[in-house]
Structures are given as C-alpha cells and as structure tokens.
C-alpha cells in the first residue's frame, strides 16, 4: 500500500524546489508563474532506520522500504475555480492524490517575485482555500442537480440519504468551510467518495521559511509544519553521513523529508509493519487498526483470503533477541488469530493456507 502526497500553492512559493529536494528529480524551476505545466511525480523511499538493523541481523539480500509518491502540481492562482491560469487543469490533478501538501511562503527573497507583490501567508492560505472550495461547490451542484431530477421519478429511499448528505456538503462549502472540517459517518463518505471532492482531503500546511528561522517557534497553527526547501534542496546534494553532520550544525533533529512523512502517516492513520527473512526486509503500510488478515493481504491478497496465524514480534523485540529463533526460545513470539490489531513496528510471519 502506498499513497500520494500533491504538493500545491501559489506560484513562487518553492514548490518545484521543495519537490526537487524531496525526491531529488531534476524539474524546471524558474522565476515565473506556471514553469511546472505538467504534475511532475516522483515515488520516495519512506526513511526508516529499523529496516538496516532488521536486514543486517537476517542477512537479508535487499531492503524493501515503504515509498510515497509526491506530486508537485502547476501553482494555483486567485480565479483558478474559473479557468484561470491553469485552472482545471490544476483541480483535475489534485483530485488524484490522497491528501494535499499545501506550501504557503513564509521565506523573505527579494530575487523571488511574490504574484500579489507581498509576503502575506494568511492571505495566501484564504486563496487557495477558496479556490478548492469554489470547485467543490461547482461539482456539488451539478450532482444535486442530477439527484434530485432522479427524485422526481420512482421513490427511491437511497436518494434521500444521498440528498441530505449533499446538502450538508453544500451548506458547509457556501459557508467558507472545508469539508474535511466535519465528521462524515461510514454511508454519507460512501455518498462523497466518487465526487472525488477537493476539501474533502486531508490537508498539511508545509511554510516554506527562511534559514534563519529553522529553530524559531514561529506560532503557526497546530495542522501546520514548517520547512525551509532551500536547506532540503543543500541536504539532498549531501551524502547520507555529510547530511546528517549539516543537519547537527543547523540543530535539526531530522530532515522535512522525515517530518513531513511522519506527519502525513499521522494525517491519514498509516502504519508500518515488516516482514524480514535472508530474501529481503520489507516495510509494508496499512492503516491503523487493520487485523492481521487484513495486513496479510496487502502482501498478496490469496494470504489474507487463505489466513491461518500470524507469528508477531515487536522489531526491537526481535532485534534484541538475535534473530527469530533466538526469540522463539524466549517465549517472545506471540501467535496471533483473525482479530488482532497489527501495530506499528510489528514483525510479522504470515501462515496461510
């Protein structure tokens, strides 16, 4: 299971350098609105320093990590709803991704043209904010529209429940709100989910600050993490050892790399489970909360529909211990049934029929 971050704002505010840094694709980056016409995609491997240790005690061939995949996205301009700069464009490749990495300028550069002539990240976050919301009403019309002609023929008790959810939707959009702002049960998301609706989206606001801000508590809001792309792009032109003794002279405990991906698996409820043998050592994602079976089929869907026993172990666990064996004669593996919850970090050896 792998997922999509898409990296969107306004134009010239580092999207394309941020995204160069992350993935570290070489994409035009030039001083002007809209150099990035097409979505640029690059896959990541997710850092996890358990999948080494793991690797080197099972004398594993590879190392498999986890990946994500960003989108770097074409800036969205005021009017964008409309057709403005790239308008639909825009909006249709956004609806792909799984949540929405809004980066908003925080950093002071006179060599970088800001497109309202000022630094105003508040103002800037309002902009896009509206824009997506303007579009989601637009394709929650249309939809309402549809329903409700439906309505007029045969009684259709589905209808209503799909009506009410609409108008909930809509009536939180023309109140300049995001969907994503309210609780949605199990049936009005079933309702929601093929509209592909923008707001809906869980989103992280990424501030692109300026070097000399690194380590400042800037007071910015609670759903908001802050990154300096200009640091991220020096990182990613480091060796592995040369990075992390830059990031110990700037007081950084780790790269944006990392807190945005710890951030985005905190966002949408993801997980981290391992299978680790002499053929490989593997990172595998699922979602908070999934049973073992359910886990198991995201390896190969014939091991969850085949699922006998799980043989679990925490990795420092079985780090500790030597190996699986070792942790065997310890009484530290664990055999777990059908119902139990896999946890981040759990090593894990399916059996199945």
Known sequence: MS?????????????????????????????????????????????DERLEKLALMSESAKIVPTTIEFVDIAGLVKGASQGQGLGNKFLANIREVDAIVQVIRHFTDNNVIHVHGEINP???????NLELILADLETLTKHLDKVQSKMKGAYDKGLDAELETLEKARVTLEKNELLNSLTWD???AKILKPLNLLTIKPIIYLYNIDEADVNKNLGLPDNAIAICAK???ELADLESVEAQEYLKELGLKQS??????????????????????PMETKAWTVTSGAKAPQA???????????FIRAEVINWHELLDSGGWNQ??????????GKEYIIQD???????FN
Not at 122 to 128: C, L, R
Not at 327 to 336: F, I, N, P, S, T
Not at 345 to 351: C, R, S
């Open 327 to 336: 942790a065997k004669e310890k009484g530290l593996m664990r055999m777990e």
């Open 256 to 277: 944006g790399l990392t807190t945005l991906i710890q951030t985005s698996y905190k966002l949408l409820g993801l997980i981290t489970f391992i299978t680790t043998g």
């Open 3 to 47: 997922f999509s971050l898409g990296i969107v704002g306004l134009p010239n505010v580092g999207k394309s350098t941020l995204f160069k840094a992350l993935t570290k694709n070489k994409v035009d980056i030039a001083n002007y609105p809209f150099c990035t016409i097409d979505p640029n995609v690059g896959v990541v491997a997710v850092p």
């Open 122 to 128: 508040d103002y800037d976050k309002q902009i896009i």
């Open 186 to 188: 199990i049936e009005q």
């Open 296 to 306: 198991a089929g995201v390896i190969h869907t014939d091991f969850e529909a085949g």
């Open 345 to 351: 970090g759990d090593t894990v050896h399916f059996h």
């Open 231 to 233: 640091i991220e792009a």
